[in-house]
C-alpha cells in the first residue's frame, strides 16, 4: 500500500475507490475482517468517495448449509461508516456486488433421467441425468453440494439411494460427489426413479451457465426459462443450434 501511495504522488492520481473481493462463500467473519481491513485502507485515500465490497457473500444451497444474513454482517460494516463520518466528516458511499447471494437460489436445472443402472449388491444405483458438467460443473471441480429431487411421471413414493451422473464421457461428471472429496461417490436418498422422469437440482442461479463445459461433445447450450411470479414463464434463452456451435470452425 506505500508503494501505492507513492505512485499516487509521484503521478498525481485521484483515488476515488477502492474495491475488495475476498472470495467467493467465504465465512462472514472473514468477510467481516476484510471490511474492516478495507476500512483501514480508506483512512489512507482522504479523497476516496467509495468503498466497494465485492461480492462473495456465502448462500446455503442444502437445508443444512447456512446464508448469509446481510442484515447481520452490514451492521458492524455500517457502524465503522458511520465512526467514519463522525470523526472525519466523509460520508463513503457503499458498493456490493452480491451476485450470488441474489441469484444463486433462485435457479434451477431441469433435467431428464436418461437412464437407471445397478452395479450389483456391493455397487451403486445409477441416474444417468441428461445434464451434468454442461450446466453444472461445480460439483465435480470442487464438490459442491446441490439439492436434487425427483419428479417421479408415475407418482412414486418410496425412496432409494442413488449416485446421480451427467451425460459427458467423463468418471468426474457426477452431481452427487462427496462433500470433501469431488471423485468420491456419496449416494443421495431420492424418491426412486425410472427413465424419462424429472430431475430437478436446485441451487443453480450462480456458477453454473456461466461456469460450464460448454459444448462438451457439441451438446448444444442449454435453454433457460424465466418463471415470473405469477406463475407465467418465458423462454429467455433459446437452445443452442448445431449451425451455432460449429460456426466459428475453420475448416483446415
Ligand atoms: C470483484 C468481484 N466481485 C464479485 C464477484 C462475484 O461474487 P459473488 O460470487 O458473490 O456473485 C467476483 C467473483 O469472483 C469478483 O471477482
Known sequence: MDEVQEWVQRFDLKVERLH??????????????????????????PGAKSLNLGGGYKIGRMSHEK????????????????????????????????????????????????????????????????????EILRPSLYAAQHPISVISRSGETHTSQYVVVGHCCESGDLLTPDAQDSEKLAPRELIRAFPGDLLVIDGAGAYCASMSAKN?????????????????????????????????????
Not at 475476498?22 to 478495507?38: F, N, T
Not at 457503499?94 to 433462485?106: D, V, Y
Not at 443402472?117 to 441428461?130: C, E
Request: charged fraction near 25%.
Open 67 to 134: 446464508t448469509t444474513d446481510l442484515q447481520q454482517v452490514g451492521q458492524p460494516v455500517k457502524q465503522a461508516f458511520e465512526k467514519l463520518a463522525h470523526e472525519t466528516g466523509r460520508r463513503l458511499h457503499l458498493e456490493i456486488e452480491p451476485g450470488t447471494w441474489l441469484l444463486g437460489n433462485a435457479c434451477c436445472v431441469l433435467s431428464t433421467a436418461r437412464d437407471i443402472v445397478s452395479t450389483g449388491p456391493d455397487g451403486y444405483q445409477f441416474i444417468k441425468s441428461d445434464t451434468g458438467m454442461t
Open 216 to 252: 462438451y461433445n457439441s451438446f448444444p447450450e442449454a435453454p433457460e426459462i424465466l418463471l415470473k411470479a405469477d406463475g407465467s414463464h418465458r423462454l429467455i434463452r433459446r437452445r443452442q443450434t448445431l449451425e451455432q456451435i460449429l460456426e466459428n470452425e475453420i475448416p483446415a
Open 20 to 45: 475488495t473481493h475476498i472470495g467467493s462463500g467465504s465465512d462472514p467473519q472473514i468477510w467481516q475482517r476484510v471490511a474492516s481491513l478495507s476500512m483501514d485502507l480508506v483512512k489512507k485515500f
